[in-house]
């Protein structure tokens, strides 16, 4: 139970009627006071700041040391067509939803935010409880009504959440995806309510619970976890034994590792794998790892098959937070023996990012690596962590191999989104090596914030060398997207430096840069792009460059100054940008040899 002591009654905040103020905001707050110890924000009435005229209302209630205390009715909906929810928080030392407590930031356009204790992971600059209980008759809302996403409900303390009502964060009945829900106690969660942020048209939304970190690893015996092939965490701390996983992987059994929800539930649910597993019997076989956070394999540690298949998935930031790399450290390596490596995040890692953050800023980072699948595919997706940071990817190979054989492909999809920031790309080859032979290398790196300059969509750097030895095609596409005219300079598409290298036998070769805004280039060539083979098949390569200056200064569509060859494949350059200016503007600069 929980209710104002006789020491507080005289330091209540308290409303019991109703409040009405539609499309502005309410709050009711109880200052922290060197003679308060127990400050109480009580809320048994009624309170409406719903959307009006394209106004979204908010509802605050805060007790800076104390309590929030709310039993009765709480709405900042949008009712009407194209509305959103507005945002409902519940803030204090202790914050209480109880009895037959509603809280309702539902929009016809999409559901709204309401903050119980906290924010997301205890996150983004707001207060957070140190005990928070939502009862059994609760009910908190934040669904899209008709066409639109769920909302974010989020119920956090410090130390202990105990969840027992209903969460909705349910996707539009006639289109958009569930929303995203957590019921988090940094310490100890009691969670036995009812969660639904399901979509009837779109994906399925996010319910995270405190999540459990796993160490895979040769020593010990498997801990903290249940239901082997398909291991789940019971408790933090987990670990499952390299012994566990390779018996499985010989008999030809599919292996699935994920972080849980259950016991302490005080981690951030990484999956580290410490010591080398192979494969070397059985028919074919998956190793999946699922974490809610970063997945992170130790240096000179080895995934690898001699005997069959082995598909590898990495599935970082599976709870779709927005957090969670994917990061191999040097001297480790993936061989699939012919297997698919699938390297993403989210709910559905094939076309889903893992996403860097402050503690592994790169989406996925392979830093002196080999990845070979042996004729299988390889696919990495990744995005830059966001924010004010200079020279995060989303697919960062450093020093590192990748290769397949036959019709094997290689797909490379980064994107970067921070606003004002300097450096970043959506997907860079530094001093490395990535090798097809009949199947296509793809790499795809795009930009989408506002304000920033120095940006790469793709960055082929140092001696990188992009090589297919057959008939598999080079594509690479580099698109960046600022819309702040002004405030953008030197945001390219496509780069590469003086020592790299792409070259084909009989696959052709397609370039595609786009730059945005003042000092830009679509393609900016100081390496080696050559096509060897000869007669009919030989591989043609296209060249095509554009860059659109807002600012009318300086931006070139194509700027080639390294080499461009062909023994009998044909060369096409195509380059626009804005008219020749006094200001330097080009469609192509031409500034060393094509052959």
């Known amino acids: 139970n929980l209710k104002a002591s006789d020491a507080i009654t005289s330091q209540i905040v308290s409303n019991n009627g109703a409040i009405a103020a539609d499309g502005g905001h309410v709050l009711l707050k109880k200052a922290a006071a060197r003679d308060v110890v127990d400050g109480l924000v009580n809320m048994d009435g009624f309170i409406q700041a719903d959307s009006i005229d394209g106004r979204t209302g908010n509802v605050s209630l805060e007790s800076d040391g104390g309590t929030t205390l709310v039993s009765g009715t709480i709405n900042a909906r949008g009712q009407n067509a194209g509305e959103k929810g507005g945002l409902v928080g519940m803030l204090a030392h202790y914050v209480g939803v109880v009895d037959d407590a509603t809280v309702d930031a539902s929009g016809s356009s999409g559901g709204g935010t309401v903050l119980v204790g906290g924010d997301a992971y205890g996150g983004n600059g707001v207060q957070t409880a140190t005990r928070t209980i939502v009862q059994s008759g609760a009910r908190l809302k934040a669904n899209a009504t008709d066409n639109g ?51 009837v048209w779109g994906k399925a939304g996010v319910w995270l619970l405190d999540p459990n970190n796993i160490i895979i690893q040769a020593n010990g015996l ?85 005997t069959n298949k082995l598909n590898v998935t990495f599935d970082s930031d599976a709870d779709a937070s927005g957090a969670g790399a994917i990061v191999m450290n040097s001297g480790s390596s993936i061989t699939s023996n012919g297997g698919n490596i699938m390297l993403g995040g989210g709910p559905t890692p094939t076309t ?110 140092g001696t990188s060398t992009l090589q297919s030895t057959g008939t598999g095609t080079i594509t ?85 100054k390294g080499t461009v060859s062909s023994v009998d494949g044909n060369i096409s350059l195509t380059g626009s940008a804005p008219i020749v200016s006094a200001n330097g503007s080009a469609p192509i600069l031409l500034d060393s040899g094509i052959n």
């Open 476 to 560: 690479l596409l580099g698109d960046m997207h600022n819309d702040n005219a002004g405030y953008n300079q030197y945001n390219n598409g496509i780069v590469t430096s003086a020592g790299s290298t792409i070259t084909s036998v009989n696959g052709d070769i397609t370039l595609t840069g786009h730059g945005n805004d003042k000092r830009t280039t679509g393609l900016d060539l100081s390496g080696t792009i050559s096509s060897t083979g000869t007669g009919p098949g030989a591989a043609k390569i296209n060249l095509i460059g554009s860059s659109t200056n807002l600012a009318d200064l300086g931006s070139i569509g194509i700027n080639l």
């Open 352 to 461: 889903s990012f893992a996403v860097g953050n402050a503690t592994h800023a790169n989406g996925v980072e392979l830093n002196g690596v080999t990845v070979n699948a042996g004729g299988g595919n390889i696919t990495a997706n990744g995005q830059a962590y966001i924010g004010d940071y200079l020279g995060y990817s989303g697919v960062a190979l450093t020093g590192t191999t990748m290769s397949t054989t036959g019709t094997g492909s290689i797909t490379l999809n980064g994107h970067t989104a921070s606003a004002y920031s300097a450096g970043d790309n959506g997907v860079v080859v530094d001093n490395s090596t990535v090798t097809v032979q009949n199947g296509a290398m793809a790499m795809n790196g795009t930009e989408t914030s506002n304000i920033d300059e120095q940006k790469t969509g793709i960055l082929i750097a």
């Open 149 to 199: 996403d769920g909302g974010k409900v989020i119920v956090w303390s410090d130390e202990r959440t105990d969840f027992a009502g209903l969460i909705e964060a349910k996707g539009g009945t006639h289109g958009g995806n569930g929303g995203f829900v957590e019921t988090s106690g940094k310490m100890t969660l009691s969670s036995i309510g009812n969660v639904d942020a399901s979509s």
């Open 222 to 306: 498997d801990t903290n976890v249940a239901g082997a092939p398909n291991f789940t965490t019971t408790d933090d701390s987990a670990n499952v034994t390299t012994g566990s996983i390779q018996a499985a992987l010989n008999a030809g059994t599919s292996v699935t590792i994920s972080t849980g929800t259950s016991g302490t539930n005080s981690q951030a649910g990484n999956i580290t794998v410490a010591s080398s597993i192979s494969k070397s019997a059985g028919g074919d076989a998956t190793l999946t790892l699922n974490a809610a956070n970063d997945i992170i394999v130790n240096g000179g540690v080895s995934i690898s098959s001699n």
